[in-house]
């Protein structure tokens, strides 16, 4: 990093710094909400026409929240809570002076982001450490996930088992829910339960309100913290709390084997899933010859010019079922390594403080990832292995938090196995330390190398002591280096952080350190050897409500990555603002100057100093995303500027856009269409160009069914004449493939589904008309949840 560019940082901090204040006042009020008890049945079908809502608690949604600071709400909503003992009933009676602009559309659970939206949050057992989410749109469809204020991190993948309905009428809408107390994690007791709890309503027009029916003080960065309290339940009881759910899976695979010729293969497949509530405590989930593969494909990815792995999301109902209990601060449980078990259990509980994960499963074969710091790969493990993983933490009180994690991956002539502890203080409404230290002990198999090995010639595989290799002459890897250790071997990973968050004011410093003996081959660990420290500040302004704009954030970021060796790695230097403003608008210009170095010059060795390039970047970043229109929602960004080419060890010119376009046409159907652009020129002369179109079109026939068509076009174009290490022969200069997907699904709840389905994949090396289709695929699922 030139001294210009750290002089730029670091008057960019001072020149903030000069505007700090703090401030650490507590707002921390809780004001109770008596749920009322009722008796006898209640139909969820937005008609609120039976007598015990005339019994119910009122309760006023009308602070807005986000983004201004708590402001008297323009809209009346109000909210109606009561309970049997056995679930708990809410009510939103949201009005609206003009209906018709109301965005509420038939969707799949969790898809309706960016409509209306009314909802309650949950924190069950009032710790402010996590809670449920529970959201509605106007017309019935479900949003529900898990927010951790531990791990500061929300998700949708959590499913549960509930009721709503919503209707649109001339004075609004009406939203009506029924949350099961069996489906929910909670202290039973005979004295009345007491819930943190947040009613809200999300109001999208001109701008997007958030709006409540408690204030969230922006100087306080929990806001799990400034729920209010919920009473009632007394005595309440989860129940039996058993679900079967028993599965059919038939299907037909055929595809191209290295004969040219096609291979057909019947599958059918009969599974078995168990949830049960032992106590109110402790829950099992239980599978066995689980159909752990994902109805929708993955969302698409460009993967080039990249030395590192993809990360891609959970999808399946095993893992996802309280997947928060093994969170940490760092990603060690990755269940998407775990490809095809025969079996899996899970045991998660809570009692007072303290609360606990754990899981065992096996797996067909063993997929890990070989991490490095310049490049990752991943290697195949033959034969069955097992995996397991234990996760606790003890809430000493409401301000720490400490925790242990244990993972372990075994197969044969293969194991890893990881053990750590981690800790969260929380110093002021505003202040958090965070750490997580780390062992692990590995032993790789010792052939496990030659994967990676050039399939024509495994001769030259492994250097000689003083052997010397030059960049692109032989085939050497700093994979084949990392795995090729002929014992087992130890490693350690620290982080340590620190994070300051007030009304005007972030900032931030971690350090993050993962020695070359570490891995964390359950999680997803792709870089070791690496040591780094990241700095940053971030200015937020406010508008006044009613001005066209209504937040606007600078910020400022220096990152540091070196060896274990203490040899340069990485220096990052970023600089940003962004705006946001009516019609869900906003705007983020970034700047990034980053010394970086390239692919080792000689491969037989992991050294950086004197072994590599040292390249200096310069990059400009700029989005925008706007919704003008009911239902439509447009978002572009771009880059450009200097980038690494890795294949060639040279700097090069990047263009990279991208699009996203998703319009509502009616309340039933959506279409989404993505597109991404990637080029890459080196030496005056283009080396590829890659275009990705993603285009899914839904038709919702109503909230519990379905037809989702998805097309994925991937066309690639390489230059072969401007690799510098490989004979133009051996460059694919065309790669076209398509992949296309037809759906129909029914569900009644996460658990009782049928699917129906189709995909397939077609390929080239030439023009579109020479497509030749390499793969089919047909099947049909169906599951039944049995629930007591």
């Known amino acids: 990093m030139t001294a210009i560019k750290t002089i730029i940082f670091w008057s960019t901090i001072l020149i903030l710094s000069a505007f700090a204040t703090t401030s650490y006042a507590n707002s921390n009020s809780h004001h109770q909400i008596l749920i009322p008890s009722i008796s006898g049945s209640v139909s969820i079908d937005a008609q609120l026409d039976e007598p015990q809502w005339q019994k119910a608690k009122k309760v006023l949604i009308n602070n807005v929240t986000r983004p201004y600071d708590n402001t008297p709400s323009p809209i009346h909503t109000e909210a109606l809570l009561m309970e049997d003992g056995k679930q708990l009933y809410i009510a939103f009676i949201a009005e609206d002076p003009n209906p018709s602009q109301i965005r509420g559309f038939l969707r799949d659970r969790d898809k309706s982001w ?28 479900q949003i529900d996930g898990i927010e951790n204020e531990v791990t500061q991190r929300e998700s949708d993948a ?27 994690n ?17 109001y999208p027009r001109d701008e997007r309100l958030r709006i409540s029916n408690i204030r969230l003080e922006r ?13 009632g339940f007394k005595g309440a009881k989860q129940g039996e ?50 159909d752990f593969s994902t109805v929708e494909t993955d969302s698409s990815q460009l993967n080039l010019n990249n030395n590192f792995a993809l990360y891609f999301q959970e999808k399946r109902p095993f893992f996802l079922d309280n997947a928060d209990y093994f969170d940490s601060n760092y990603n060690l449980v990755y269940t998407r390594n775990i490809n095809a078990p025969n079996y899996g259990a899970k045991l998660t509980g809570r009692k007072n403080d303290h609360s606990f994960g754990l899981f065992v499963t096996d797996d067909d074969s063993t997929n890990i990832l070989i991490p490095g710091n310049r490049a990752s790969s991943l290697a195949e493990i033959s034969g069955e292995s097992k995996a397991s993983a234990l996760r606790y933490r003890y809430n000493y009180n409401d301000d720490i938090t400490l925790g242990w994690i244990s993972t372990l991956r075994t197969a044969e002539d293969y194991q ?29 198999p010792d052939t496990l190398f030659e994967q990676f090995c050039d399939e024509t010639d495994n001769s030259d595989c492994l250097p000689d002591d003083n052997e010397q290799c030059t960049f692109g002459e032989c085939n050497f890897s700093e994979t084949i280096l990392r795995t090729t250790q002929g014992q087992p071997f130890s490693g350690n990973a620290l982080k340590v952080g620190y994070y300051h968050n007030d009304t005007n004011w972030s900032y931030r410093a971690d350090y993050n350190e993962k020695n070359a003996g570490f891995r964390g081959d359950l999680g997803f660990i792709s870089r070791i050897d690496q040591k780094t420290l990241s700095v940053g500040v971030d200015r937020k302004w406010y508008a006044i409500q009613g001005d066209w704009w209504s937040n606007f954030f600078l910020s400022s970021n ?3 990555a070196q060896n274990d060796n203490g040899e340069l790695i990485e220096e990052k230097l970023n600089m940003s603002a962004r705006i946001n403003a009516k019609y869900s608008s906003s705007i983020h210009l970034g700047l990034t100057y980053r010394d970086k170095v390239g692919r080792r010059l000689n491969n037989s060795r992991l050294a950086i100093k004197g072994n590599t390039t040292l390249f200096s970047e310069s990059r400009i970043y700029l989005s925008a995303n706007i919704k003008p229109l009911l239902g439509l929602h447009l978002n572009t960004s771009m880059e450009y500027g200097d980038a690494i080419d890795y294949s060639n060890n040279r700097l090069g010119l990047t263009k990279q856009l991208r699009g996203n376009i998703n319009w509502n046409v009616n309340k039933h159907l959506e279409l989404r269409f993505k597109q991404v652009f990637n080029q890459l020129d080196a030496d005056s002369s283009n080396l590829f160009t890659a275009r990705l179109t993603d285009i899914r079109a839904t038709h919702q026939f109503s909230i519990k069914s379905f037809l989702r068509l998805s097309l994925v076009y991937n066309n690639t174009t390489r230059n072969p004449l401007n690799y510098l290490y490989e004979k133009p022969e051996d460059i694919i200069k065309h790669s076209r493939d398509v992949s296309t997907e037809l759906l129909y699904a029914y569900k009644i709840n996460p658990q009782t589904v049928f699917y129906l389905g189709y995909s397939d994949h077609q390929y080239t090396e030439e023009t579109l008309s020479h497509l030749t289709k390499d793969l089919q695929k047909v099947f049909m699922k169906f599951s039944y949840a049995w629930m007591k």
């Open 114 to 141: 960016g409509d209306d939206i009314v909802g309650v949050k949950l924190d069950t057992y009032n710790d402010q450490r996590t809670a449920y989410r529970f959201l509605v749109n106007p017309l019935g469809s």
């Open 158 to 184: 959590w499913d549960g088992i509930w009721d709503s309905a919503g209707i649109i009428n001339d004075k609004g809408y009406i939203v009506e829910m029924a949350l099961p107390l069996r489906m929910l």
């Open 186 to 202: 909670f202290t039973e007791k005979e004295s009345i339960q007491d819930w943190g709890i947040e009613l809200l309503r999300m």
């Open 219 to 231: 100087n306080n960065s929990c806001e799990l913290c400034q729920l209010k309290t919920a009473l």
């Open 241 to 290: 709390n058993l679900t079967i759910t028993p599965s059919l899976v038939v299907g037909k695979h055929k595809e191209i084997n290295d004969n040219n010729l096609w291979e057909e293969k019947n599958n059918t497949d009969l599974s078995l899933d168990a949830r049960w509530g032992i106590t109110p405590d402790l829950l099992l989930n239980a599978t066995i010859n689980p």
């Open 416 to 444: 890893n196995s990881v053990h750590g502890i981690d800790a969260r203080f929380r110093l002021t409404t505003n202040d958090v330390f965070k750490f997580q230290s780390l062992y692990s002990n590995t032993e790789y």
């Open 558 to 560: 220096w990152h540091k």
